[in-house]
């Protein structure tokens, strides 16, 4: 199955990128490489995704994508930086949690709904063959414990500044899986502390930190 990824250069997108060729799915990568977060971490998953023989990388400007608060926060506690903690609980998920969902949905395409109405909508099906699905942790994380466990993982403490909610913006997050859990024996395996973990071993070797 050949496959289009937009975002490849990103955090999820450039996980997805490289897993498929390992099935020998022939990718092509879409990024537009701006520079929301480290430019040459994304030129560097660029570089590994033309190594690859089934990767092809393309550089286009589709949409602006942004904001990733590991990589953020992790910064921040390394520079000795600020973070602006807005809210209160979040649903986090391991980005190799998140690429299993993916490549269980790509090798099960939805049916149509052959019940579908103009009249009543439901915004998860459609006539055509598509469909709609959260994948997530499935379990809300208090953000302060999230925060608390990168400063272990670090070692260093983290200088934080408690703000309002930004207007828009809701308290708790927590992603309903149930429409994906059966059907595709789905389960987010790797625990909050696991994931911060990985990420910052990660981060210390590649910065040199």
Known sequence: ???????????????LTLRLPERRDPVIGIDN????????????RL????????????????ADRSDMALQKFVQAITQ???IQVFNHRRDFTYVDDVVD???????????????????APDPGTSKAPRRA??????????????IG??????????????????????PDTWANVDDFVAPFDYKSNASVEKGVTNFAAWFKNYYKV
């Open 1 to 15: 199955m050949k496959v289009c990824v937009t975002g490849a250069a990103g955090f999820i997108g450039s996980t």
């Open 33 to 44: 490489h701006n520079d929301d977060y480290v430019p040459a971490l994304k030129e560097a």
């Open 47 to 62: 570089v590994r995704q033309a190594d690859h023989p089934n990767c092809t990388p393309i550089r286009m400007d589709m």
């Open 80 to 82: 000795g930086e600020t």
């Open 101 to 119: 969902g993916v490549i269980r949905i790509m090798d099960r395409p939805a049916p149509p709904n052959q019940n579908w109405s103009s009249n």
């Open 133 to 146: 699905y959260n994948i997530g942790n499935n379990r809300s994380i208090n953000l302060m414990d999230y």
């Open 149 to 170: 466990a990168l400063e272990k993982a670090m070692g260093k403490k983290a200088k934080k500044e408690c703000l309002p909610m930004q207007l828009g913006d809701v």
